[in-house]
């Protein structure tokens, strides 16, 4: 834990996960880096709507029909094995004009937004999710209240998640830098904040865990300045030396978060990190982007022999390790200005020997290039308002690692969930939920 940090405390509430993944297993310390949290929630048997996850199938989520009745199987969707373990990634998109206004708006459980979020959470039933767009706040109760009062609660018919396991910490995003580094001349507002962010915090990431977190182990990497990495693609003469030595690069934070997944010899790495580039990004932020990309490449490759962590400990993960980067990699922006394959530094992380790209798609009876728009991307996360479709969220295992399957949910138009998914829909999450499933033992 950084010099200088109080532990944080327990929370109660909170249950074992029930349904589709039995295998969880018990007992968690808590860890954190500045301001972060990790929390092992025990069960609480006065509270139903955790240890009896809720059915309300005359209750739709908001913008959903209701689900269907029965135990079929939505086409939309695949069922993992009891030994695997899924890990995904969903960019919510949940924010406001304060980290306190969006949790004001969360507290009672019917935000439609969030519950929509959580609805697909819950269809898609992931072990490990990294939730990405979500802000932060220094007490934690926004990853606190979207665990307990929306995913562990089901939603439109679904199952409630119970993940007994979170992490979270604070991001660039929002935090004032004291320098004028949009170059407009002023100093303040979002633009001159180490990350693009109207407030602290706007952006932030949270990890829920159904298994449990080796908080010893877990490192972030907010703090790493820019400038320190060897070779970077920062423009020449673009900032003065007090404006480098305040310019961190990650624009949110990459962390290192090790869960004790059952039947495996080692922990599963869960390196999660996120883009966030102002939304009048431009040749400065996409150098900052491929910097980005590359310290993800080089933690999980034994090649940032240079890079230090919040608690000012070197390198990155060690050989062999078995891992999976989540997150967003990519932006709008960049892929509209180049083709997939082109992308700065992109393809040189997707072609790199540490992991793979096992390229999930759409599970649906539909395919994307029978849809309206036959020139999305066949791996898409993020839908355009243009009506395309890019890939920005991504989950990417280790080499070693043996995947049993992977998909992205986006149901075409008539099928379920589509409304989940809906562009036309304003409370339906940003971005599409990429998945993945470890083989188990």
């Known amino acids: ?54 059915r309300a199938s005359g209750y739709p989520t908001p913008g959903q029909p209701a689900a269907p009745a029965g135990d079929d199987q939505p086409s939309t ?26 949790l004001e708006a969360l507290q009672g459980g019917m935000d439609p937004s969030a519950r929509m979020l959580a609805e697909t959470v819950q269809i898609n039933a992931p072990d490990v999710l990294v939730l990405t767009g979500v802000s932060y706040d220094e007490s934690q109760q926004i990853t606190e209240t979207l665990n307990q009062q929306y995913l562990s609660r089901g939603q439109n018919g679904q199952t409630g998640m119970q993940y007994p396991y979170t992490f979270t910490a604070p991001t ?70 007090l404006e480098q030595s305040v310019l961190r690069l990650p624009s949110t934070s990459m962390w290192d978060i090790p869960i004790e997944v059952p039947d495996q010899d080692k922990h599963v790495h869960v390196v999660a990190t996120d883009l966030n580039s102002s ?27 240079y890079l230090y962590d919040d608690d000012g400990a070197y390198g990155g993960l060690d050989h062999g390790s078995s891992f999976v980067v989540a997150g967003g990699l990519a932006e709008e922006r960049e892929l509209l200005d180049f083709s997939t394959e082109e992308v700065p530094e992109l393809s040189t992380l997707l072609e790199g020997d540490a992991l793979q790209d096992p390229a999930p798609q759409a599970i649906t009876e539909e395919p994307l290039p029978e849809r309206r728009d036959p020139a999305s991307d066949l791996q898409a996360t993020q839908g355009l308002d243009s ?13 070693a690692l043996d995947v049993e399957q992977t998909g992205v949910f986006w149901p075409a138009e008539g099928e379920f969930g589509y409304d989940l998914v809906d562009p036309d829909e304003p409370a339906a999450p940003a971005g599409r939920l990429v998945w993945l499933d470890i083989a188990g033992s």
């Open 172 to 241: 660039n995003s929002g935090i004032d830098s004291g320098a004028d580094l949009d170059g407009d001349g002023r100093i303040g507002g979002p633009e001159d904040a180490i990350g693009y962010g109207r407030h602290a915090g706007e952006r932030g990431m949270a990890v829920f865990s159904a298994h449990p977190i080796a908080e010893d182990e877990i490192r972030t990497f907010q703090e790493f300045l820019w400038q320190d990495m060897p070779g970077n693609a920062m423009p020449a003469g673009r900032f003065s030396e």
């Open 279 to 305: 939304p009048g990004s431009g040749a400065l932020d996409t150098a900052r982007n491929e910097d980005q990309r590359r310290l993800v490449a080089d933690f999980v490759s034994d090649s940032s022999w």
């Open 77 to 102: 969707t695949v069922a993992k094995q009891e030994s695997d373990v899924r890990v995904a990634t969903l960019h919510a998109g949940l924010s406001a004009d304060s980290s306190a206004e969006l």
């Open 387 to 399: 009506g395309g479709a890019v890939r920005a969220s991504y989950v990417l295992p280790a080499a």
């Open 1 to 54: 834990m950084p010099n200088g940090q109080n532990s944080p405390a327990l929370r109660a509430g909170g249950a074992m996960r029930s349904g589709l993944c039995t295998c969880l297993v018990t007992g968690l310390m808590l860890a954190g880096t500045t301001g972060a949290s990790a929390s092992a929630q025990a069960p609480n048997p006065n509270a139903s709507t955790v240890d009896a996850p809720q």
